[in-house]
């Protein structure tokens, strides 16, 4: 491996319109914070990058649902994001916003080389316009009937009640979300990024150098280089955001997506002087921990951005995490699905570190994962309060009881074979963690420190001190070696309990400072040098008094959780029309089923003609993201239909499958191309889209019914 100077860590920048929820937490901030502990331990030279996102659709949408400016939204929910990152114990160096001055400069300056190296294509293209409030409409400006589910209220980009990934042309009856207004199609003019110029690029740096990156990024990576990469805007016409420093760019700002991972560079600059030494100088390692959501950005566009620009290092390590569902159900902002940060930290004042190490235990690291109450409750009570808890607490007791309240004498001659195994778990146990750290491995390594404190319980209980201490009687010549048995019981289990506060310290770091105080000890001695040394407390030296690492998370409070839960849902519901979760939908149903439809008669359904067919060819559309051209044979006719499944389905992958066709479907143009038809797609329980399939053996052109 490389040797680096210097590392720089950022997470993923979230959006200011709303509160952090725990699958943020889990799905970035949480591994970066602990990955950035770690290398401070190491006495490493690490800088810790965060901040809000304050600029984009979803600024502007949530300022226009509560009537108030972009600004005041941005200004409320940074701050109260800022505070729930603190109170979370996540330690970054600077937590800045993309509202900055420095920010915007940076951000126009970065814009500015590669328009003069000649690098931006200009283009006019068609956006839709809405014509009442004299504005150029983002997809989420946008609002319809969902071609899939019928829902009135989806997107221009996605039907929040069934998941579908749309564009707007998909949209059944389209409105705009400002004056409810029919959008029209107006001409418009943006400067597009030319990210098929650095494919080959690109596919050497990622398939060929750094295919140790997690299969999950190097997988969607692949996808994607392997689809052909396509011009991409970097402009948006908006008032809000960055302005594009060009003369003739009068209503337009930068894509969010093109300043956003820039604000990582201007939050360096607010930070240090030298902030150029972290983004400029080879010897410096850029890790950029994100959801597997922003894969592509960080990965493809970003590092193509920087590429062009010159000058500035390329990211080492995208360690991304999948996502975090609640309950059985996908995190849903809009039908209040989540567990917000900032109500945790009110609901269980004192139990911050619980929750990381639930998160941790339990993270999305190679795929989707559930938080359920229920396994939060049973991790923290079954494993911290009964395991790690446990061992501390009886060790500490026992000193104060067997020992006189101070570390006792090793007595090397005494040393039998569970005392030298301690020894070996106790060293071991660095190299263990240190492993796992170093390959993004969280939960294992957080799985060996709770290991060695469940050997450190068998130990002590194998060892019995307790019960030699009933045997030391003035009369009993065995008594001075037994307490010296004694003695080595617990200075080993001492020098254990050190150990676990150094290891303990990336993941639970507020533990591990409550540990420091009962050890009487300074914050030097988590020092990752320390790691695996059995002489950590001084012969002699008084301990204070045990303290409750953890408290039991009782069986009302986990009932009160899940009450809030369904009834924040329902409140949303009542409000947008969005899906509740009912009493009748366990926690544990994994399938967000949709609302059934008003009744039709079997007349209506009889006027539906589906077919049989099997797909010949699939393209992705040029300059859509979503959206699939898609060649179908249906026997007697070959059918062109565009679709919007791009973002679940390779295009290579799709000839030769079956699928069932809504073939008398009124013909409809999306992106100049005429779409005569729809297949027929459901969701499984990971969100992702599937075919309704025809059964193999069905002709193609045969009428289903």
Not at 366 to 377: H, V
Request: charged share 25%; glycine share 6%.
């Amino acid at each position: 491996m490389k040797e680096y100077k210097r590392t720089l860590i950022t997470a993923a920048l979230p959006y200011a319109n709303g509160p952090v929820h725990i699958g943020h937490l889990a799905g970035c901030y949480i591994p970066a914070d602990i990955y950035a502990r770690y290398l401070r331990a190491q006495k490493k030279d690490v800088k810790f990058i965060g901040g809000s996102d304050e600029h984009g659709v979803p600024i502007t949408i949530r300022a226009m649902k509560e009537g108030v400016s972009p600004q005041d939204i941005v200004d409320k929910y940074h701050a109260q994001i800022k505070d729930s990152f603190e109170q979370m114990g996540i330690s970054f160096d600077i937590y800045s916003r993309t509202s900055n001055p420095v920010h915007h400069q940076t951000a126009a300056d970065f814009f500015k080389v590669l328009y003069d190296k000649g690098l931006f294509e200009e283009r006019e293209t068609e956006q839709y316009y809405d014509e009442k409030t004299n504005t150029f409409l983002a997809d989420r400006y946008i609002t319809g009937t969902c071609p899939v589910c019928g829902n009135p209220g989806a997107f221009g980009d996605q039907c929040e009640k069934c998941g579908s990934s749309l564009s707007p042309e998909q949209l059944i009856n389209p409105r705009s979300t400002l004056s409810d207004a029919i959008p029209v199609k107006k001409k418009t003019k943006h400067w597009y990024f030319p990210l098929q110029h650095y494919e080959t690029w690109l596919k050497e740096w990622i398939l060929e150098d750094h295919k140790e990156w997690k299969a999950n990024v190097y997988g969607q990576c692949k996808s994607w280089l392997d689809n052909g990469l396509q011009p991409r805007a970097m402009t948006r016409d908006s008032n809000w955001g960055i302005k594009v420093p060009l003369p003739d760019a009068e209503g337009k700002v930068l894509y969010v997506w093109f300043d956003a991972p820039i604000g990582y560079i201007s939050a360096t600059k607010e930070l240090t002087d030298q902030w150029a030494d972290y983004w400029c100088r080879e010897d410096t390692r850029l890790v950029h921990f994100i959801g597997k959501d922003n894969i592509v950005f960080h990965c493809i566009i970003f590092p193509a951005m920087l590429k062009a620009h010159g000058n500035f290092v390329l990211p080492d390590n995208v360690p991304a995490n999948e996502f975090l569902n609640i309950e059985g159900q996908k995190v849903s902002t809009s039908r209040n699905w989540a567990v917000w940060v900032h109500e945790y930290v009110k609901d269980f004042p004192g139990c911050e570190d619980a929750l990381r190490y639930v998160l941790c235990s339990n993270a999305p690291e190679t795929k989707d994962n559930d938080f359920t109450w229920k396994d939060f409750q049973d991790r923290i009570n079954n494993e911290l309060v009964s395991i790690f808890g446990n061992f501390v607490n009886r060790t500490f007791v026992l000193m104060h009881k067997l020992c006189n309240g101070k570390v006792p004498k090793l007595h090397t001659e005494l040393l039998d074979d569970a005392d030298k195994t301690l020894i070996s778990d106790i060293q071991q146990a660095e190299a263990k963690v240190q492993t796992a750290l170093e390959h993004f491995r969280f939960r294992d390594a957080l799985f060996e420190v709770i290991d060695l404190s469940r050997k450190g319980n068998k130990y002590m209980q194998e060892k019995e001190p307790w019960i030699l201490a009933k045997q030391l009687k003035a009369d009993n010549p065995e008594s001075a070696v037994l307490q010296q048995r004694i003695d080595n019981c617990l200075h080993l289990c001492l020098q254990l309990t050190a150990n676990l506060a150094i290891l303990i310290n990336p993941f639970l770091p507020a533990t591990a400072l409550k540990m420091l105080h009962m050890m009487k000890v300074v914050e030097r001695m988590l020092d990752w040098e320390n790691a695996g040394k059995i002489n950590l407390l001084s012969v002699g030296y008084a301990l204070r008094a045990p303290e409750l690492l953890f408290r039991k998370i009782e069986d009302a409070e986990i009932e009160a959780q899940l009450q809030k839960l369904r009834a924040g849902s329902e409140q949303a519901a009542v409000s947008s029309q969005a899906p509740a979760v009912t009493d009748q939908q366990s926690p544990d149903h994994k399938l967000q089923i949709s609302d059934l439809k008003s009744e039709i008669t079997f007349d209506d359904f009889a006027r539906i003609d589906l077919r049989a067919g099997t797909i010949l060819s699939a393209a992705k559309v040029e300059k859509a993201d979503k959206l699939l051209k898609l060649e179908i044979d249906l026997g007697f006719e070959q059918r062109t239909i565009v679709s919007g499944i791009a973002l679940h389905f390779a295009p290579e992958t799709l000839p030769g499958k079956k699928v069932v066709v809504v073939a008398n479907l009124a013909p409809r143009k999306m992106r100049g191309i005429e779409s005569n038809g729809m297949i027929l797609m459901a969701e499984d329980a990971e969100g992702k889209l599937v075919f309704v399939a025809a059964d193999e053996k069905a002709p193609n052109g045969v009428a289903i019914s």
